[in-house]
Every structure is written in structure tokens, then in C-alpha cells.
């Protein structure tokens, strides 16, 4: 079992920026696969960004060039620098670590942290 906490959010005026932090357990952290998602009210969750355990990332178009994700492994930690944050970034933000195991793959998730941009 891998425990995943976020930790990070709050409320923010548009053009501002918040940094997201989220730990996840076990030994094996540099082998995951991390991403961050997002959920807005009456939405489905979708994918904010991903970064590989090689640190290749991925960002959904919406945040490209205004959000980096990046990872510590000596701490565990994966990151979501957020800047020049719009009213339509408001959501409640999951981390997602993905491990992939000889048998199957396996999705631990945190239980989100609300990111709220507005004046």
C-alpha cells in the first residue's frame, strides 16, 4: 500500500501562484510514475500534468507554460509550481502515483487539495 498526501493549496487572486507538494510512501518513490489531476464542480477529473521516473513531463494544454511539475526523490516528494493562476484553474487538485509492478500496474491517489483563484 503506498499512502499519497497533498498538501498546498488555498486562495489565490488571479495572476498569483500557490506550489502544490505531494508525498508519497515506500521505498521504491524514483520508480513511480506521478501526476497531478484536477476536478472543478460538476466536471470530471482530468490530467494537469505527469512526469515520468525518468523526469520526462507531460501537461495538458491549459497549463503549458504557466505550471512545472518537478520531483524530489531523496524526499518522497513530487511538485506543482503554479503560476500566473486563472479563475478556471479552481479545483480540488489529486496526486496520482502510478507503479507500474511485474503483474500489474497500480493507481494510489491522495484525497486533494482545493486550489480556489479569485479576487
Known amino acids: 500500500q503506498v499512502h499519497v498526501v497533498e498538501s498546498g493549496g488555498g486562495l489565490v487572486q488571479p495572476g498569483g501562484s500557490l506550489r502544490l507538494s505531494c508525498a508519497a510512501s515506500?521505498?521504491?518513490?524514483?520508480?513511480?510514475?506521478m501526476g497531478w489531476y484536477r476536478q472543478a464542480p460538476g466536471k470530471q477529473r482530468e490530467l494537469v500534468a505527469t512526469?515520468?521516473?525518468?523526469?520526462?513531463?507531460n501537461y495538458a494544454d491549459s497549463v503549458k507554460g504557466r505550471f512545472t511539475i518537478s520531483r524530489d526523490n531523496a524526499k518522497n516528494t513530487v511538485y506543482l509550481q503554479m503560476n500566473s493562476l486563472k479563475p478556471e484553474d479552481t479545483a480540488v487538485y489529486y496526486c496520482?502515483?502510478?507503479?507500474?509492478?511485474?503483474?500489474?500496474?497500480?493507481?494510489?491517489w491522495g484525497q486533494g487539495t482545493q486550489v480556489t483563484v479569485s479576487s
Open positions: 496520482n502515483a502510478h507503479i507500474v509492478v511485474p503483474v500489474a500496474v497500480r493507481d494510489y
Open positions: 515506500g521505498r521504491t518513490f524514483s520508480s513511480y510514475a
Open positions: 512526469i515520468t521516473s525518468g523526469g520526462n513531463t
